[in-house]
T-cell receptor, first 114, second 112 residues
C-alpha cells in the first residue's frame, strides 16, 4: 500500500546531541510537511517542501533544519535538542501545493530528551 | 495569527447517539476545511474534507460549513465506542499558505 513511513517510531536522545528523524513516502506526492505536536496540543507546522523548494514557518526555531534529497525522502534535523523539543514529530504529504489538498500523515516519531 | 478554536472536552456521548463537534476559525480567507481523527499516541487520520458552504455526508459522518459564521462542524451518527478519539479541526488557505492550521482537538468519549 502507498503510504508515509516515519522512522524511528520512538527516538531518545541526550540534551544537546543532534538527532535526525526520517520520513519516506510511496505516494509520489510533491509536497512534504513536518509538524511538531506536544502533549495535548495541536500539531504545529514547522516547514514544508514543494518539490525542492523549502518553505520555513516564521516562528520555527533555527535549531530545526530539514533536507529533501529526493521526492521520496525528507529529514528533520534538530541540531541541539532542548528539553522543550520533546514531542511527537509528524510527517505529512500532499499531492500538490495549494489549498484543497488533503494531507496524509505518517505514524509519527515520538522524541524524548534525556 | 490564524486561529482554530475547538472545545477540548471531554465530550461524552452514549453509544448509538449523535456526537456533534464544533470548530471556529479566525481567517476569513480560509478555503479548505478538514476533520482528522487521532487516537492516543497515533497520527491524525483524515476523515472528512469540505470546501463549500452546506453539508457533506460520508457514511456516518456529516461535515457542515458556514463561511459567513466561520464555523465548521462534524456530526457522527450512531456513535460507536471505536469513535472514541480526539477530533482535530484543520483549516487551510488564505494568503496562499499551504500548511494546515489545527485546533487543539475535542476529546470524544462514546459510552457503551
Amino acid at each position: 500500500d502507498a503510504m508515509v513511513i516515519q522512522n524511528p517510531r520512538y527516538q531518545v536522545t541526550q540534551f544537546g546531541k543532534p538527532v535526525t528523524l526520517s520520513c519516506s513516502q510511496t505516494l509520489n506526492h510533491n509536497v512534504m510537511y513536518w509538524y511538531q505536536q506536544k502533549s495535548s496540543q495541536a500539531p504545529k507546522l514547522l516547514f514544508h517542501y514543494y518539490d525542492k523548494d523549502f518553505n520555513n514557518e516564521a516562528d520555527t526555531p533555527d535549531n530545526f533544519q530539514s533536507r529533501r534529497p529526493n521526492t521520496s525522502f525528507c529529514f528533520l534535523d534538530i541540531r541541539s535538542p532542548g528539553l522543550g523539543d520533546a514531542a511527537m514529530y509528524l510527517c505529512a504529504t500532499s499531492r500538490e501545493q495549494g489549498t484543497g489538498q488533503p494531507q496524509h500523515f505518517g505514524d509519527g516519531t515520538r522524541l524524548s530528551i534525556l | 495569527q490564524k486561529e482554530v478554536e475547538q472545545n477540548s472536552g471531554p465530550l461524552s456521548v452514549p453509544e448509538g447517539a449523535i456526537a456533534s463537534l464544533n470548530c471556529t476559525y479566525s481567517d476569513r480567507g480560509s478555503q479548505s476545511f478538514f476533520w482528522y481523527r487521532q487516537y492516543s499516541g497515533k497520527s491524525p487520520e483524515l476523515i472528512m474534507s469540505i470546501y463549500s458552504n452546506g453539508d457533506k455526508e460520508d457514511g456516518r459522518f456529516t461535515a457542515q460549513l458556514n463561511k459567513a459564521s466561520q464555523y465548521v462542524s462534524l456530526l457522527i451518527r450512531d456513535s460507536q465506542p471505536s469513535d472514541s478519539a480526539t477530533y482535530l479541526c484543520a483549516v487551510n488557505g488564505g494568503g496562499g499558505a499551504d500548511g494546515l492550521t489545527f485546533g487543539k482537538g475535542t476529546h470524544l468519549i462514546i459510552q457503551p
